[in-house]
Protein backbone atom coordinates (compact mmCIF):
# COMPACT_ATOMS: atom_id res chain seq x y z
CA UNK A 1 0.00 0.00 0.00
CA UNK A 2 1.43 3.29 -0.98
CA UNK A 3 2.00 6.61 1.32
CA UNK A 4 -0.97 8.54 0.17
CA UNK A 5 -3.74 5.54 0.81
CA UNK A 6 -1.93 4.88 4.21
CA UNK A 7 -2.46 8.46 4.78
CA UNK A 8 -6.10 9.00 4.38
CA UNK A 9 -6.78 5.86 5.56
CA UNK A 10 -4.92 6.67 9.06
CA UNK A 11 -7.03 10.09 8.93
CA UNK A 12 -10.59 8.71 8.00
CA UNK A 13 -9.94 6.46 11.02
CA UNK A 14 -10.34 8.81 14.09
CA UNK A 15 -12.52 11.35 12.07
CA UNK A 16 -15.00 8.64 11.29
CA UNK A 17 -14.41 7.43 15.00
CA UNK A 18 -15.14 11.16 16.19
CA UNK A 19 -17.88 12.06 13.55
CA UNK A 20 -19.63 8.68 15.62
CA UNK A 21 -19.13 9.58 18.88
CA UNK A 22 -20.39 13.23 17.88
CA UNK A 23 -23.73 11.52 17.43
CA UNK A 24 -24.01 10.79 21.23
CA UNK A 25 -22.37 14.03 22.10
CA UNK A 26 -25.20 15.89 20.08
CA UNK A 27 -27.95 14.51 21.42
CA UNK A 28 -26.86 14.99 24.76
CA UNK A 29 -25.72 18.64 24.51
CA UNK A 30 -29.22 19.73 22.57
CA UNK A 31 -31.07 18.11 25.84
CA UNK A 32 -29.65 16.84 29.06
CA UNK A 33 -26.65 18.58 29.44
CA UNK A 34 -28.60 22.27 29.14
CA UNK A 35 -29.92 21.40 32.35
CA UNK A 36 -27.25 20.20 34.03
CA UNK A 37 -24.75 22.86 36.37
CA UNK A 38 -22.36 23.65 34.36
CA UNK A 39 -18.84 25.67 35.84
CA UNK A 40 -18.26 29.41 34.61
CA UNK A 41 -15.12 28.05 32.65
CA UNK A 42 -17.20 25.64 30.63
CA UNK A 43 -16.22 26.45 27.06
CA UNK A 44 -19.11 27.59 24.31
CA UNK A 45 -20.65 24.77 22.51
CA UNK A 46 -19.03 26.05 19.22
CA UNK A 47 -15.65 25.45 20.12
CA UNK A 48 -16.12 21.48 21.07
CA UNK A 49 -16.37 20.55 16.99
CA UNK A 50 -13.41 22.66 15.48
CA UNK A 51 -10.88 21.46 18.36
CA UNK A 52 -12.02 17.57 18.41
CA UNK A 53 -11.69 17.93 14.33
CA UNK A 54 -8.34 19.45 14.55
CA UNK A 55 -7.28 16.64 17.15
CA UNK A 56 -8.87 13.63 15.31
CA UNK A 57 -6.81 14.64 11.60
CA UNK A 58 -3.21 15.02 14.21
CA UNK A 59 -4.12 11.71 15.81
CA UNK A 60 -4.12 10.45 12.31
CA UNK A 61 -1.46 12.03 10.60
CA UNK A 62 0.20 10.99 13.90
CA UNK A 63 -0.77 7.42 13.45
CA UNK A 64 0.17 7.44 9.72
CA UNK A 65 3.90 8.40 10.93
CA UNK A 66 3.74 5.30 12.69
CA UNK A 67 2.35 2.89 10.00
CA UNK A 68 5.14 4.35 7.88
CA UNK A 69 8.00 4.37 9.54
CA UNK A 70 10.80 1.86 8.92
CA UNK A 71 10.68 0.84 12.78
CA UNK A 72 10.72 -2.87 13.77
CA UNK A 73 7.32 -4.36 13.60
CA UNK A 74 6.96 -5.48 16.98
CA UNK A 75 7.55 -1.85 17.80
CA UNK A 76 4.98 -0.23 15.43
CA UNK A 77 1.97 -3.02 16.61
CA UNK A 78 2.35 -2.19 20.05
CA UNK A 79 2.24 1.15 19.23
CA UNK A 80 -0.47 1.33 17.06
CA UNK A 81 -2.05 -1.63 19.80
CA UNK A 82 -2.33 1.75 22.26
CA UNK A 83 -3.76 3.85 19.81
CA UNK A 84 -6.68 1.60 18.96
CA UNK A 85 -7.22 0.93 22.55
CA UNK A 86 -7.67 5.33 23.18
CA UNK A 87 -9.67 5.50 20.18
CA UNK A 88 -11.96 3.43 21.64
CA UNK A 89 -11.99 4.79 24.83
CA UNK A 90 -12.40 8.21 23.04
CA UNK A 91 -15.64 6.86 21.52
CA UNK A 92 -17.16 5.35 24.69
CA UNK A 93 -16.88 8.19 27.01
CA UNK A 94 -19.03 10.02 24.91
CA UNK A 95 -21.16 7.87 25.36
CA UNK A 96 -21.15 7.26 28.74
CA UNK A 97 -21.27 11.05 29.59
CA UNK A 98 -24.27 12.35 27.11
CA UNK A 99 -26.13 8.86 26.15
CA UNK A 100 -25.64 7.63 29.22
CA UNK A 101 -26.07 10.66 31.15
CA UNK A 102 -23.60 9.34 33.85
CA UNK A 103 -20.59 11.85 34.59
CA UNK A 104 -19.35 9.93 37.61
CA UNK A 105 -18.48 6.42 35.10
CA UNK A 106 -17.51 9.03 32.26
CA UNK A 107 -14.89 10.30 34.58
CA UNK A 108 -13.67 6.65 35.60
CA UNK A 109 -13.23 6.48 31.66
CA UNK A 110 -11.49 9.65 30.94
CA UNK A 111 -9.03 8.78 33.63
CA UNK A 112 -8.27 5.57 32.15
CA UNK A 113 -8.47 7.12 28.83
CA UNK A 114 -5.74 9.84 29.93
CA UNK A 115 -3.62 6.84 31.13
CA UNK A 116 -4.26 4.99 27.49
CA UNK A 117 -3.30 8.33 25.46
CA UNK A 118 -0.27 8.33 27.60
CA UNK A 119 1.05 5.00 26.96
CA UNK A 120 0.30 5.81 23.31
CA UNK A 121 2.04 8.96 23.09
CA UNK A 122 5.68 6.96 24.99
CA UNK A 123 4.83 3.94 22.67
CA UNK A 124 4.37 6.09 19.62
CA UNK A 125 7.82 7.93 20.49
CA UNK A 126 9.78 4.56 20.36
CA UNK A 127 8.68 4.82 16.86
CA UNK A 128 8.93 8.18 15.77
CA UNK A 129 8.97 11.21 17.66
CA UNK A 130 6.87 13.19 15.80
CA UNK A 131 4.08 11.10 15.94
CA UNK A 132 4.28 11.51 19.88
CA UNK A 133 4.39 15.69 19.31
CA UNK A 134 1.41 15.14 17.70
CA UNK A 135 -0.40 13.57 20.66
CA UNK A 136 0.41 16.03 22.93
CA UNK A 137 -2.42 18.78 22.10
CA UNK A 138 -4.86 15.87 22.55
CA UNK A 139 -3.67 14.77 25.91
CA UNK A 140 -3.80 18.57 26.88
CA UNK A 141 -7.60 18.62 26.00
CA UNK A 142 -8.20 15.58 27.39
CA UNK A 143 -6.67 16.69 30.72
CA UNK A 144 -8.63 19.81 30.39
CA UNK A 145 -11.85 17.78 29.60
CA UNK A 146 -10.80 15.41 32.89
CA UNK A 147 -10.95 18.15 35.00
CA UNK A 148 -14.22 19.41 33.21
CA UNK A 149 -16.02 16.34 33.89
CA UNK A 150 -15.16 16.19 37.20
CA UNK A 151 -16.14 20.00 37.89
CA UNK A 152 -19.58 18.90 36.45
CA UNK A 153 -19.74 16.13 38.08
CA UNK A 154 -19.53 17.74 41.60
CA UNK A 155 -21.96 20.58 40.85
CA UNK A 156 -24.21 17.95 39.73
CA UNK A 157 -24.21 15.78 42.79
Known sequence: MNNT????????IPVAIGATAGFFTATGVESWYQTINKP???PPGWIFAPVWTTLYVMMGIALFLVWKSNASEGLKKNAITFFAI???LNFFWSFIFFDQQQPGWALVEIII???AILLTIFAFAKVNKTA???LVPYISWVSFATILNYTIW???N
Open 5 to 12: SKLIISII
Open 40 to 42: SWN
Open 86 to 88: QLI
Open 113 to 115: MWI
Open 132 to 134: AWL
Open 154 to 156: KLN
